[in-house]
């Protein structure tokens, strides 16, 4: 047993036969597989990917209103479409470029451009100092190719035909008898410089979004803000802004002019205001739309207007309790048929107020020491405002035929109670809500005015309201964008980038110049370019005209057939 088991080994160990090895499982390591998910991160397919999901989420932002912008065009959409809008809201449309999955799609497109650029400019530019590639040994074989013979030296031959490529503005370098040019090579500059910009851009719209801010303030005729948040009706201020980060200036709306053509479209608006600096210089202008004031890098821009009625609420005895001028907003955008709403909180008058427990549901109309319960006297009114006013029988209600005040009219609700202001919770002042208000008759003579005609509308408790006229007012945003001359230059240098990859052409030629049989100089030229076969055709021949110039031939130029 013993000596089988020896004779075995002797024949494993003398045979021929290849091991066979099981070699592990390939296994990565978790730096290995980080690498790799890197490289695929911030390859070029997965930047142009980025870059089209970003343009394909800023889709949203150009077809749908904006609350930045046009808060009551998103108040409109909500009116016309309440079940899609809710839905657009959830996917935070209406704010599409300060959504979260905007915002996570920037990062991601940023981070894959730097770690797609900034190697390959490193690469780009160790190749721009590199030389040409050495002439193939058979230039003959290339696509273009020429051959003649002269009279010339090999080494004067080069020489002077690297004079002639370098005046074409071609990279030309000899070695000996033999010469290297390229041409074109910006091509792929002007690719990486179309991303770099790209990244630049990106870095830009980050700085804007950290150090920039943007607001929109309503004003009235005579009514001036000064540039505080409290002045904002509605503010969107970078990550990193605060009140004290704002520039300091005042503005007052001294007047407002609109003009219309006969059909209803806008023909201009003119926005009449003071400006107030910090240093206290004045100054007046006429703001208008695209010309904006500049305060520093803030600037202010008309971007809307409306109508205006002064309101005037009175007392028994015809003293004054509410005097202003209530902002209309806009339902109509063609026509202007717009809503008010006036809240009259305290008029100097108190009024029984019973109160129900809500857990045993018993009134009480008196306080534990005997004295009546009451509450202010509040009114809460909605009107309807008209510029040019028209009746339709069919539908029964008035509506506007022209955007401008020729025929005013003002459909008039009234309603008194408890308008809730007391009760701890935000109200809109462009909304009533009548849950529990009780509302008002009016009779029908009195329901309907025109702005200024001194028509007393009554109330309750001997208390009357008159529209006392009607203005306008204007709708200002202001926008510091600390970092827009960046992206402008960003955006020029794409636009720069672009063309040149798209408009330059890459190219090389080589030459070589060896001694003939006959004893003269044999010229051997070839051309090789990686687009635009045909037009490089062209060129090759004009350049062998021009190299067959500065070495004439001893004989007449074979081209080879590869060059026709």
Known sequence: MSLETDRREDAERLSTRPDVVVKPANRQTPIEVGRRWWRQFTSMRTALLLLVLLALGAVPGSLLPQRANSPSRVAQYYRDHPDLARFFNRLSLFDTFHAPWFAAIYVLLFVSLVGCVVPRLRMHAQAMLRRPPTAPARLDRLPQSASWETTLSPDLVAAKARE?????????????????????????????????????????????????????????????????????????????????????????????????????????????????????????????????????????????????????????????????AVPCIPQDLTNYLSQCVVKVPDTGVRVPAPYTDPKTGKVYTDNADGTPITKPLQFGMQLNFAPTAAYDADRGAFFSTYPAATLPRAIIGAYTGDLGLDNGSAQSVYDLDTTNLTPITISPDKAIVTPGDG????????????????????????????????????????????????????????LRATPAASGRTLVQVG?????????????????????????????????????R
Not at 286 to 305: C, E, M, Q, T, W
Not at 486 to 492: F, S, T
């Open 164 to 324: 002639g490529l370098r005046r074409q503005r071609f990279r030309a370098f000899t070695d000996g008898a033999t010469l290297s040019a390229e041409k074109g090579y910006l091509r792929e500059t002007g690719n990486l410089l179309f991303h770099a910009a790209l990244v630049v851009l990106l870095i830009g719209i980050g700085i804007g979004s950290l150090f920039g801010y943007q607001g929109q303030v309503l004003l009235k005729q005579g009514q001036s803000f000064t540039n505080a948040v409290a002045s904002y009706g509605a503010f969107k201020p970078g990550a990193l802004i605060d009140d004290g980060s704002l520039s300091h200036f005042q503005v007052k709306l001294d007047s407002f002019a609109a003009t219309y053509q006969a059909n209803g479209e806008a023909k201009s608006f003119d926005a009449y205001v003071t400006s107030r600096t910090a240093g206290g210089k004045t100054a007046t202008h006429d703001l208008r739309v695209n010309h904006p004031l500049s305060f520093g890098s803030a600037k202010v821009y008309l971007i809307g207007h409306g109508y205006a009625l002064r309101v005037v609420v009175r007392n028994a005895s015809g003293t004054a309790v509410y005097d202003d």
């Open 527 to 563: 051309g090789l370019a990686r687009t635009d076969a045909d037009d490089f055709a062209r060129e090759f021949r004009r350049l062998v005209g021009r190299l067959a110039v500065i070495a004439p031939p001893a004989k007449s130029v074979e081209e080879d057939p590869g060059a």
């Open 455 to 510: 028509t007393k509308v009554p109330l309750t408790d001997g208390f009357t309201m008159e529209v006392a006229g009607v203005s306008q007012y204007a709708t200002l945003q202001v926008k510091d964008d600390p970092a827009k001359l960046l992206v402008l230059v960003a955006a020029g240098l794409i636009v720069l980038g672009l063309l040149g990859s798209l408009r330059i052409r890459r190219r090389r030629m080589w």
